[in-house]
């Protein structure tokens, strides 16, 4: 008959293989390179007339009533002098 096992070893994640230094330099390398590919696709996927980052008039008017609609929520009751 084997013994309860104890709560300490439910606790305790299995013990992991040892990883080779190398190896994990490697996969970062790996995944930054990746994730700097997929940010250059995306930028010529872009469409041309909005990598200039600028906005519309449109889209400045509507960015200026959500920043004074938040301004109003912020300091909904602001002090006069």
């Not at 606790?11 to 080779?20: N, V």
């Not at 994730?35 to 996927?45: D, G, L």
Request: proline share 15%; charged share 40%.
């Amino acid at each position: 008959m084997q013994p309860p096992p104890s709560p300490r070893a439910e606790r305790l994640p299995p013990p992991e293989a040892p990883r080779d230094r190398a190896s994990d330099q490697q996969r970062y390398y790996d995944q930054q390179r990746a994730a700097e590919e997929q940010q250059r696709r995306r930028v010529q996927e872009a469409p041309p007339e909005r990598r200039g980052g600028r906005l519309t008039p449109d889209e400045r008017r509507d960015l200026r009533r959500q920043i004074n609609e938040a301004g109003m929520d912020i300091y909904p009751n602001a002090r006069r002098r």
